[in-house]
């Protein structure tokens, strides 16, 4: 009888909703918007487990259950699962859902910036911005300002040239110039665990990053990117193409890092810190492991593990 008692009072305790609740309701809903520019994720609900990963302001996520403590277990739109603090998800119906991915939106395109209270020079921001992050149009352009909102409802203005509208943007082609040009503005970012920003990255959040530049949208760790993509034969790296993964490990089975090829054996990773390194062995930035396979993503969009932003149904109805 009493654990039964025992049983009912925890039941109750879970329903009632959480007071860090965000969005249109407050019961659980199956769908979330990350709502800070660059929020880590944990391998558990607790501040103190492990940060597997990060994700932007604007990405769109499966709620797969609500912790006892608040915290959310999610899908990430790459399939990743991993949870996040309440006050990091605007919680989302799935009417409010379809509104949002039928509404005008921006995506943030300059490296690093913000959201501003006022629509002026020197006025004090919202929120920090860095590539990649998505907001929801909120009014007519002020001079060199736009008014936008935010996941979790609040409003300010970015500078008009710091974003594109979200539609445009994601119909273009893939520039692998203009991609690896993110990758080479962080050179000399430390080494991060589980980031995925251009605030820190590991090494295959650095292959996320300038891919999602791109507008597509990688899987999240080495080995699952070495799974995907057109197989590349390893050994003459002057047949590697700009924008090639490059995988190193032990063998095929065993991946432990990724790297991106620029050209003429050069390529660019994240190890102790975003760096250059050659393929070259007569190269005084010589890298002495070899690849043990290499995989060309632009010949295999919308492939398996290799989703466009516009093909991918949780950011467009």
């Known amino acids: 009888m009493i654990n039964k008692i025992f049983t009912i009072i925890l039941t109750i305790l879970f329903l009632i909703p959480s007071p860090f609740a965000q969005g249109e309701n407050k019961k659980t809903e199956k769908w979330g918007i990350i709502s800070l520019c660059s929020v880590y994720l944990r391998r558990t609900p607790s501040h103190a487990s492990e940060i597997t990963t990060q994700a932007l302001m604007g990405t769109?996520?499966?709620?797969?259950?609500?912790?006892?403590?608040?915290?959310?277990?999610?899908?990430l739109p790459d399939g990743y699962e991993c949870h996040v603090h309440p006050e990091s998800i605007a919680i989302k119906s799935e009417k409010a859902m379809d509104k949002w991915k039928s509404s005008e939106r921006y995506i943030y395109t300059a490296h690093q910036g913000f959201v501003y209270a006022k629509a002026e020079k020197g006025a004090m921001p919202i929120s920090d911005m860095v590539i990649g992050c998505i907001v929801e149009k909120a009014g007519k352009a002020k001079g060199k300002y736009i008014p936008v909102k935010l996941p979790d409802g609040r409003k300010g203005f970015v500078h008009k040239k710091e974003v594109e509208k979200l539609s445009v943007w994601c119909q273009k082609e893939p520039n692998i110039n203009k991609m690896l040009h993110t990758a080479k503005m962080m050179l000399g970012s430390a080494y991060f665990w589980g980031g995925t920003s251009i605030k820190g990255c590991d090494c295959s959040g650095l292959s996320k990053i300038v891919y999602y530049a791109g507008g597509i949208i990688l899987r999240r760790d080495a080995d699952m990117q070495a799974e995907t993509g057109e197989p590349i034969p390893v050994g003459d790296y002057k047949k590697y193409r700009k924008g090639d993964l490059l995988f190193f490990g032990n063998d095929k089975e065993h991946i432990t890092h990724v790297a991106i090829y620029i050209d003429n054996g050069k390529f660019i990773h994240s190890s102790g810190r975003v760096r250059y390194n050659s393929l070259n062995s007569d190269a005084d930035d010589f890298y002495e492991l070899s690849p043990v396979c290499v995989s060309r993503i632009l010949t295999r969009l919308d492939t398996n593990g290799i989703t466009t932003v516009k093909m991918h149904p949780w950011y467009f109805k």
């Open 60 to 75: 769109p996520v499966n709620i797969l259950e609500k912790s006892k403590n608040g915290w959310f277990h999610i899908q």
